[in-house]
């Protein structure tokens, strides 16, 4: 003998899955596994809905250190918009922000201001930086203290795992310095 699970009346099975006693039972047990489905449906689309929303939010640390680094970069290229590259010197309309000490290898140097400079694409992307003309262009602009200033700093910021709170800062700071440009 089996419990219905409807009416809970004991009922004879006929076959080891029958849950119910009567076609009147099946249908209502049938209606209410439907409403208990769609409410797992709906709660399920919730979540979804609710976790998307927490992504969008949260971006990620990689998109967050590339918002940040557009609106640096974009800044350098203002800053130094009345100089030549300071590797070669060239007046090119091409020009990005060059970090004298890679910014791939020097995490902790990515935003540091002495670090970074106008530079024409040729130099920073075809001639990897142009290092040797960079550092030259360094000390010709502002001196060999300078220079030597930054290679001394270098090593300890080799490294720097920067949190989302720095880089939003980071990202913000340099929003609102290039409003002062335009």
């Keep these: 003998m089996a419990k219905c ?19 009147s039972c099946a249908v209502a047990y049938s209606k209410a596994k439907k409403i208990k489905k769609q409410k797992q449906i709906e709660k399920n689309n919730e979540m979804l809905s609710k976790f998307d929303k927490e992504i969008k939010e949260k971006k990620s640390y990689q998109r967050l250190l590339l918002d940040a680094r557009k609106y640096y970069q974009k800044w350098i290229r203002k800053r ?5 590259c300071i590797s070669c010197g060239s007046d090119s ?21 002495k670090n970074c400079h106008k ?18 262009g360094l000390v010709e602009r502002y001196g060999e ?9 270098k090593d300890q ?25 335009d």
């Design 5 to 23: 699970k409807v009416c809970g009346k004991e009922f004879k099975q006929f076959r080891t899955t029958q849950n119910v006693c009567s076609t």
């Design 80 to 84: 130094d918009s009345s100089h030549k």
């Design 93 to 113: 309309d091409l020009v990005d922000a060059g970090h004298y000490f890679k910014a791939e290898v020097y995490s902790g140097l990515i935003f540091n201001e």
């Design 119 to 136: 530079q024409c694409r040729k130099c920073n992307r075809y001639l990897n930086g142009n290092e040797i003309n960079y550092r030259l």
């Design 145 to 153: 203290d300078y220079v030597k200033k930054l290679e001394q700093i």
């Design 157 to 181: 910021n080799r490294l720097k795992k920067w949190t989302r709170e720095e880089l939003l800062e980071i990202k913000n700071n340099y929003k609102n310095l290039l409003k002062d440009f």
